[in-house]
């Protein structure tokens, strides 16, 4: 299985759809229990817990609040592993500011770095604050000369009224002459239903935009798989995976399923956006069986009747469980996912072709499970 491990909840930027919505959020039904700033556990309870995990291969995700600003709690726990060999892949979800304080021994053992940017300097600097951009464009560059060989995915937020189709086009081919960092792999995610917030935004115009832009993406990715190149574009690479090879999921981003997140307090919730979620957790790494976590918690309702829930999955746990937008806001949600879907279906047989003809590869389409992209955006 894979689990998120909480290095600190703490962050080192103020971004916008993150800490900044929240300062405008209705008081929250949901109770929240405030959890220490650095974990409360040892290696060796840590990986006693891992150690029981029959479903292979196990892997880390470094996460947080920001998992850099605990970087003695990262070493420790690779030197850690690296004696009980218990985890076989380590991740690191970050928004990339520190990275440069990882020494690159630690570094280059990542399998994925996934780094928070939502397309080009303009776009990404008015999210997460002036010189965001440029400091991590210069962090990577700087971990690619040092040699780093595992893959960087760039995880984008997006929302109205960014221009979702240039924004892609900002991180694959950079107009920047300094800041130019190309990424091959992607991940986006619709800030949608996470916050009351939907009376005040303009998603319903704003995402019929976007459907257009997915159309023209899903264009752009099949003129780029006919030279011979597969772009890591992670929601349309997992509902490719999953029409070429038939693959099942229940819940795509595989929270609750096989997808669990250590909090700091050695409490397990089913994804990290739950965290200090008392209700919601689902065990501790003291007493748990990580064989008795799966599916405690599970997506329910109208998405189970759904004509596309074998790909979709339901989409988000947490939201499923907390909806935070109207009816209304959840359907134009479920169009965007529709649309996605169905794209992919229109595409898949050309696709198919080019794996005939050999210009591109059936193993293109493989990915570590549950790498932290949620696959449905
Ligand atoms: S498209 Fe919407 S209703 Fe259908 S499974 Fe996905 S989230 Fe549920
Ligand atoms: S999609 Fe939802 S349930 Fe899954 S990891 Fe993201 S917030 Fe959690």
Redesign the pocket.
Known sequence: MIYHLITTPECNLCCEYCCGKSFSEPKSKIKFESLPPLPKYSQKELDDFLKKDKIKPISIIFYGGEPLLNIPFIKETINAQIKYKTVKNFLLQTNGTLLNELDKKYVNKFHTILVSVDGGKETTNKNRGEGTHQKVTANLIEIKKNKFKGEIIARMTIEEPTNFYQDIMDLINPKDEINNFRFNSIHW?LDAN?WHDYKKRNFSQWSKEYNKDVTKLADYWLGEMKKGKVLRLYPFLGIMNSLIFKTNYL??????VE?FTILTNGQIS?????QGIKEKYVGDIKTTNPKSLKLKLSITGSCLKCDYYELCGG??????LYPAWPKSGINEICLTTKHLINEMKRIKPEIEELIKNKKINKKDFDFLKYN?C?I?P
């Open positions: 995610q996470m819940l795509r981003c595989g929270s609750g997808n089913v994804c990290p956006i739950m989409r988000c746990l947490y939201s499923n932290c949620e449905i």
